[in-house]
């Protein structure tokens, strides 16, 4: 086998997330952020989407687009959107914003946008929300936003209607946990155990069950098993990310 189709089959392999951002500071700063964050990981970074066909048959988990001043309504973002959908179907995609609009933010959720990030936020909110986004949740830092389960394939820039049983939709807002139950709860999600969670997230046991117990309070549920039916099961994955 040739070094070309060694790295080819290796990049199949890797989990991925690609960075598009026509300003290349802010781009460069967010690849070296996350390659700290989930080591492991290849990360791929570009100016617009004309290159995305480059990353064809990588395992590409997470597609983040930069908003780059259009309105949520553009066709213009809507084209990107439904290109990087067609290319990479199995992705989650983030936005990145400069605006801070809870109503842009409900429309983007509403077309089935699965991250919306701001500049205004601070790192380890980022972080946490990229983790949830990752585990198969959805990231939204104002109370509009919300995290549910893998929405279906058929559901791709819909809303998602499922409610919590009593006919509102079940909603839930990032503000309402701190960047580290929300680093639990993505754990949690995947369906790590306490031991588990503890390793990766560099924690004692006490200290996970003290998280779980704020995040059980918190969604007005009597275990972690309720935990997970109330938010929904996350995909399972072959492969994992580090958290420090």
């Given at each position: 086998m040739s070094n070309y189709e060694t790295k080819r089959r290796r990049a199949r392999q890797v989990p991925a997330v690609i960075i598009i951002d026509q300003h290349t500071l802010a781009r460069?700063?967010?690849?070296?952020?996350?390659?700290?964050?989930?080591?492991?990981?290849?990360?791929?970074?570009?100016?617009?989407?004309?290159?995305?066909?480059?990353?064809?048959?990588?395992?590409?988990?997470?597609?983040?687009?930069?908003?780059?001043?259009?309105?949520?309504?553009?066709?213009?973002?809507?084209?990107?959107?439904?290109?990087?959908?067609?290319?990479?179907?199995?992705?989650?995609?983030?936005?990145l914003s400069s605006t801070d609009d809870p109503a842009m933010a409900s429309h983007a959720l509403a077309m089935g946008v699965r991250g919306y990030f701001t500049t205004s936020l601070p790192i380890e909110i980022a972080i946490a929300g990229i983790r949830l986004v990752l585990a198969g949740g959805i990231f939204c830092p104002n109370p509009l936003g919300t995290f549910v389960a893998e929405m279906p394939k058929s559901d791709r820039y819909a809303r998602d209607n499922r409610t919590n049983g009593n006919g509102s939709a079940r909603y839930l807002s990032v503000a309402d946990f701190t960047p580290r139950e929300a680093d639990v709860l993505a754990e949690l999600q995947r369906g790590h155990p306490n031991k588990v969670i503890a390793g990766k997230l560099n924690l004692s046991g006490n200290t996970v069950k003290m998280h779980l117990q704020h995040i059980m309070r918190k969604l007005n549920v009597q275990n972690r098993t309720e935990v997970v039916a109330r938010l929904g099961q996350a995909p399972s994955t072959d492969h994992e990310y580090t958290a420090s």
């Open positions: 460069t700063t967010i690849v070296r952020l996350l390659a700290h964050e989930l080591v492991g990981w290849d990360f791929i970074d570009m100016m617009g989407i004309d290159n995305l066909d480059s990353a064809i048959g990588m395992d590409v988990r997470l597609v983040a687009l930069d908003v780059a001043g259009r309105n949520v309504e553009s066709s213009s973002l809507h084209n990107d959107l439904a290109a990087i959908s067609e290319l990479f179907p199995e992705a989650a995609i983030a936005l």
